[in-house]
């Protein structure tokens, strides 16, 4: 589990979900990521892109379902345009609990981020593919991960700069009875 590479909004510390903008221009893979049959990636720009770069002529899935949070109104906004607007105050009040107004709320976005997860593996599983990588959102990584992690650290442990992520294994056998736990989990 990947996370895209930078965007001017990362840079501005922006709130980036819905905003379908492009990565930086000349990045290029930091890491030895793993060798992958398939990716799995998100339908914004910035994960496509990603993907491109690290994984160049692999297989690629389009999953809707692992989009980036929808952030309403604080959308493309920076703490620093926020801080004084009511809303957002109550929703840093909340701990980050309540929606997001007009925009999704933390249950809502993890239970779609958790279903696009488990339909994508089970079709990466079906279609015999022993080692393949999702290229998604810093929020899509730490809702997979608090769902499907064996011990509970809480959704922001998951939290990773761009690029980085999450080796992540799963058994098969056992995920297809239904039996929903990843294995391993070991940062890169």
Known sequence: ????????????RRYIGTTDE??????????????????????????????KIIYPG?????????RECDFGIFENKSYEELKEHPDYQRWLLSGGRIPFPKGEGMEEFGERCVKGFEETAERFIREAYMAAAFVVHGGTIM??????????????????????????????????????????????
């Not at 589990?1 to 501005?12: D, L």
């Not at 799995?40 to 910035?46: G, T």
Request: glycine share 6%; proline share 4%.
């Open 1 to 12: 589990m990947i996370r895209h590479f930078m965007t001017p909004g990362n840079v501005s």
């Open 22 to 51: 492009s990565l930086l221009p000349g990045q290029t893979a930091a890491f030895a990521y793993p060798a992958v049959e398939a990716v799995a990636v998100s339908p914004m720009k910035r994960c496509e892109e990603t993907a």
């Open 58 to 66: 692999v297989k690629r899935y389009v999953c809707n379902e692992l």
């Open 143 to 188: 809702a997979v991960l608090d769902r499907f992690a064996r011990h509970e650290e809480g959704f922001y442990h998951w939290q990773v700069k761009n690029g980085q992520g999450y080796r992540v294994k799963l058994d098969e056998k056992q995920w297809s009875r239904g039996v929903r736990r990843l294995t391993e989990i070991e940062r890169i």
